[in-house]
């Protein structure tokens, strides 16, 4: 019965709906719900990334170059081509797919070692762009990136891009959650165990690591233009590397192939930085420590860790 | 045996959760008489360290001091300080985070363009005063409310080398500038303000920021008729080689270099071709070389001073343009005698004739920079050291 509950794909998308309404509620000032909506966009992102490294099994070290082109799509986009925002946030999402299907070709023939470098390249590359094209991107010193105007309303402050945020972590996860119950998805999780076994019983494996490789993409790009949009600022610091690490550290804390696991892991390093701020230079120490620790107490992640724990004392 | 390992792991992990929400919960030590609480968000680590680092020292030295002396108002003075590791995003975050949980009067931070850029709107918008230590003159382009900045730009160091050539009668110049972020932006402020000092540039060469060897550049500046003067607005290692060849060519026209290379490095680098270039640098440099009678002179000598023993580090203008934001505010609230965030606003925008570590700061409401040109000195290098060439 437990096991069906925890399992069941309804109750993972109430649970992150009664998160993203509970968090106003508590929230004493508007600070909070800025890192609350922080930690839904980097949820998406991180989201993305668990079907690719989660389900497929495969490791990308570039994934915050998505992240960049989604953003500097909603920055170049209105200012240079004079485009409306909300198409250049779809005309990003697009561009994401292209060009991690472009990339993605060549690279996923790759195994283990080999693709994460090679993505490492990629998200390198984005960056370097985005820093050295200064007449289209700004340069390093970034760019302003122009408000959304809906029906004559602005978007701009904290609590709108809060629910926007919130509602975009439920469409991705409700996406993530059908991508993953369907036959794709089984396929996916059988490349994660065995490539060879899964070749075997006739999954096309490398049609199917791209696919995932795309679909991780496009979250990491929408993610972006969402964070571009709700700051109304982008520097190319956002396509970094750091950023990429950041992003494979969330799903992996969180819990490899769990949606939940990736808002949680997400949240994990987007609030614990702001409180351990009191501990002034020894902050990124302990961020350091207080991961390692995770890691050996709940291996295989916050999340799956905690829902075995669950299910053995209700057996 | 698995469930005590599993119930084990549970309990560590509740452990650790409650010390990070304790941790949380309990912001920073609390001082007695309800201080005045100031906000700072630098990049002390991360790719701009070197700049935000001194900038850090300097703020919590300068507070400290103020506190052992009574602080402002009678009250102490609380800084609190966020490290944005050079990182826009969290840079913002912060600054969300100092004015509504924090409740902060006012800011002084924003350690590079990009994390400035990025925390302008959340000032703007709380009506909380925010002086940038940042470069880019698009800071206070156009002019925002509660938006200051203290670290002189290209445009005012452009003012100072014209100025100088018009009072040596040099009014037709060559330009070769560096393509690089820094030469290409004060190429293009020099060539906005050069027409206001009657001077027209016959060549404008360029060259790339890795390039070994500039001679054909220099030569067609060489061979172009009536050209009295050169300037090079130029980072790191293109201006000595430039420097260098202009030697080689036997050019004997003055040649000007910007305060982009204004440190010892660079007479190093360029070697007995350096003398005589002429170059405008910040007050800092030449502490110990400022005329006694210079208004800066003792300012510069105590913060130099003052760091220098606190640190065991050498000073830089970095620092100095924290030292300066965090004393515009603290006279500005004196004299506002209020920490009302639009009543220091105002007080910060009537500074005038300020002495700072950087320069002498009048604030306008046209202008929230309030550098001239009098915040450069100009230099000849002579003998390998740099020589004052300010008029007495």
Request: hydrophobic fraction near 50%.
């Amino acid at each position: 019965m437990l096991r069906k509950i925890l399992s069941s794909r309804i109750a993972v998308l109430l649970l992150l709906a009664a998160m993203i309404a509970i968090v106003p509620v508590l929230a004493p000032s508007s600070f909070y719900l800025r890192v609350a909506a922080l930690v839904w966009i980097f949820g998406l992102a991180a989201l993305g990334l668990t079907i690719l490294t989660g389900y497929a099994g495969q490791v990308s070290l570039g994934h915050a170059g998505f992240l960049g082109i989604g953003a500097y799509a909603v920055a170049v986009g209105p200012a240079k081509l004079g485009l409306d925002p909300l198409l250049s946030l779809l005309l990003g999402a697009v561009l994401c797919g292209l060009v991690a299907y472009a990339v993605g070709k060549p690279i996923l023939r790759l195994k283990g070692y080999y693709l994460a470098i090679a993505t490492l390249g990629f998200g390198l590359i984005v960056a370097l762009v985005l820093t050295s094209e200064g007449a289209i991107t700004g340069g390093p010193d970034g760019m302003q990136v122009p408000r959304v105007v809906l029906f004559g309303w602005r978007i701009a402050g904290v609590v709108p891009w809060y629910w926007i945020s919130g509602g975009a972590l439920l469409i991705g996860a409700l996406l993530a959650l059908n991508i993953l119950a369907s036959p794709s998805g089984r396929a996916l999780r059988a490349l994660h165990d065995s490539e060879v076994a899964a070749a075997g019983v006739g999954v096309d494996v490398a049609a199917k690591k791209l696919a995932a490789f795309v679909i991780s993409g496009v979250y990491a790009g929408v993610a972006g233009s969402l964070l571009a949009l709700m700051n109304g600022f982008i520097t190319p610091e956002a396509a970094g590397f750091m950023h990429s690490i950041e992003l494979v550290a969330m799903v992996i804390i969180g819990g490899l192939g769990s949606v939940v696991g990736a808002v949680v892991g997400a949240a994990f390093l987007v609030v614990l930085p702001q409180a351990l701020t009191v501990l002034q230079e020894y902050e990124q120490a302990v961020l350091g420590l207080l991961i390692m620790v995770f890691m050996i107490v709940l291996p295989a992640g916050i999340v799956p860790s905690l829902r075995r724990l669950v299910l053995e004392r209700a057996a | 045996m698995q469930q005590t390992a599993a119930r084990r792991a549970l309990r560590a992990a509740a452990v650790v959760t409650s010390v990070t929400i304790t941790s949380a919960l309990t912001i920073g030590p609390s001082l007695a008489a309800d201080p005045i609480k100031i906000g700072s968000v630098l990049s002390a680590t991360g790719p701009a360290s070197f700049l935000g680092d001194p900038e850090q020292k300097t703020l919590k030295l300068f507070v400290e001091a103020l506190n052992k002396k009574g602080g402002i108002l009678g009250r102490p003075v609380e800084l609190v300080l966020y490290d944005d590791g050079g990182d826009a995003n969290k840079a913002r975050t912060f600054a969300t985070r100092l004015i509504e949980d924090d409740k902060v009067v006012a800011m002084v931070g924003g350690t590079t363009t990009g994390t400035t850029m990025a925390m302008i709107p959340v000032f703007e918008d709380a009506k909380i005063p925010f002086i940038s230590l940042a470069g880019a003159i698009e800071i206070v382009e156009p002019v925002r409310a509660f938006v200051f900045k203290t670290p002189h730009t290209d445009k005012t160091a452009c003012q100072k080398i014209f100025e100088d050539m018009k009072a040596r009668g040099l009014t037709k110049i060559g330009m070769i500038s560096g393509t690089d972020g820094f030469g290409k932006s004060m190429r293009a402020q020099c060539m906005k303000v050069i027409g206001d000092y009657g001077i027209t540039a016959l060549v404008d060469e360029s060259y790339g920021p890795t390039d070994a060897d500039m001679t054909p550049q220099l030569n067609k500046i060489k061979n172009t008729a009536d050209v009295q003067a050169v300037l090079n607005p130029g980072f790191g290692q293109g201006p000595a080689i430039v420097t260098r060849n202009y030697a080689q060519l036997g050019i004997k026209l003055p040649l000007y270099q910007s305060h982009g290379v204004a440190s010892k490095s660079f007479i190093e680098l360029a070697g007995p071709a350096a003398e005589g270039v002429r170059l405008p640098a910040p007050a800092l440099l030449i502490a110990d070389k400022l005329a006694d009678t210079d208004p800066q002179k003792p300012v510069v000598m105590d913060y130099k001073k003052s760091y220098e023993t606190a640190t065991g580090q050498p000073v830089s203008t970095f620092g100095g343009y924290g030292f300066d934001g965090i004393q515009l505010l603290v006279s500005a609230i004196e004299r506002a005698k209020s920490v009302e965030p639009q009543k220091i606003r105002d007080a910060i925008e009537g500074t005038k004739g300020h002495v700072g570590a950087t320069g002498l700061y009048t604030m306008t409401p046209t202008d929230h920079l309030g550098l001239g040109t009098e915040s450069f000195h100009m230099l000849e290098i002579k003998g390998g050291d740099w020589v004052p060439q300010d008029k007495k």
